[in-house]
């Protein structure tokens, strides 16, 4: 068998995997078709906000819906804007009233099925929990509804509106629960699966990748570049959870970004994990995010600080930049490698085949309606 024909086997033993292991859905999850390619499996989802087609309409409908916002100028696709995976191509993010955030907006890219959310807080495990994060966040301020609540419902007290509450509660009462509630099952509902990799990993089609890619595929899942270990499995990262994964793996890691005392510090102004936990050994970790559509979702890394593709995989290659490389708490899979200019194209070839066009197309056209 050659090389590129054993790591397709290994991809589809992900989905063999799954199969095998397959739990049934519960009847929560019956309600709402995910449309997910066979054999893959549901993501998890909350008893007190099961899956529907209304609140999947409504959060969507407020997804991009300037007004909640307390100035009326930002809405959650003003960051999380579809043609980029659901991220945006700046640096780091800006809130609503100006104020320059200190990371960069991650993609939304199968959020459903990732086990921590933002990029580094352990604690931080459900999508309804980490809405409440830019809604009512005072510093920094992003959306800046707190002390605005009132102004800011009275707004969604329209007809419209209240049929679409109506619709997804069976009552039009509108709240902050409930918006949270709807927001959450339509950012769960934003799943991407039809990438040319999957089409050749899962479907059979041989043709689907390019000859480059697939070799890039074998660099990505050899020992030797190591990937994987931090951006394995069906989603290509280490924080996922689903029907058939409860295990919460804390996929936070310390890449060599930087290392400002040669002792492993990492700017005071954002140092990750350490920050919550408190624990010397997660000073500088961060979250490895899904690799889906990462070919339109730079910049790259928590702060934005690498630019392109190309960037990244160089950044990889010296294991880590600068100071950085020699990290003393930087994660043991950051060892740098030796890396040709054919090899580095064939990567970032691979990295494009996760390109799904039918998800970073599915919301362009979306408008919304004046209530």
Not at 47 to 60: E, F, H, T
Not at 146 to 173: C, I, M, P
Not at 295 to 323: K, N, Q
Request: aromatic share 12%.
């Amino acid at each position: 068998m050659s090389a590129i024909g054993f790591v397709k086997v290994v991809c589809c033993l992900f989905l063999s995997c799954f199969l095998l292991a397959c739990n049934p859905p519960t009847a929560n999850q019956n309600e709402y078709d995910w449309k997910l390619p066979k054999g893959f499996p549901s993501p998890l989802v909350p008893q007190d906000n099961p899956m529907s087609v209304a609140k999947v309409a409504l959060g969507k409908k407020l997804f991009f819906d300037v007004k909640l916002s307390f100035n009326q100028t930002t809405s959650c696709a003003t960051c999380h804007q579809p043609q980029f995976a659901f991220s945006e191509p700046k640096k780091t993010a800006v809130g609503s009233t100006g104020q320059k955030h200190r990371r960069n907006t991650q993609s939304l890219v199968n959020i459903a099925y990732n086990s921590n959310l933002t990029w580094a807080h352990s604690g931080l495990n459900q999508i309804e929990q980490q809405i409440l994060i830019p809604m009512f966040s005072e510093d920094p301020i992003e959306l800046d509804i707190t002390g605005h609540e009132n102004v800011v419902l009275q707004r969604f007290e329209n007809k419209s509106y209240l049929k679409l509450f109506e619709n997804a509660f069976d009552d039009s009462q509108v709240n902050f629960d409930k918006i949270v509630k709807a927001l959450a099952s339509y950012v769960r509902s934003l799943t991407s699966f039809a990438s040319a990799f999957d089409e050749y990993a899962y479907q059979g089609n041989d043709d689907a990748m390019t000859d480059a890619a697939k070799r890039g595929m074998e660099l990505f899942f050899s020992e030797k570049f190591e990937c994987f270990h931090c951006h394995g499995g069906f989603n290509f990262t280490q924080s996922s959870q689903h029907e058939n994964q409860r295990l919460d793996l804390r996929p936070f890691h310390n890449t060599g970004l930087y290392n400002v005392d040669e002792k492993g510090a990492y700017p005071i102004f954002d140092q990750g994990l350490i920050e919550v936990t408190l624990q010397p050994n997660d000073m500088g970790k961060f979250r490895a995010p899904t690799l889906r559509n990462v070919e339109v979702s730079a910049p790259y890394m928590h702060d934005g600080s690498l630019a392109t593709l190309d960037d990244v995989v160089e950044f990889y290659a010296a294991g880590g930049r600068g100071h950085g490389a020699a990290n003393p708490l930087k994660s043991p899979f950051l060892a740098g490698f030796e890396l040709e200019l054919q090899q580095k194209q064939d990567l970032i070839a691979f990295l494009q085949s996760l390109t799904d066009q039918q998800f970073l197309n599915s919301n362009l056209n979306y408008q919304l309606e004046t209530p």
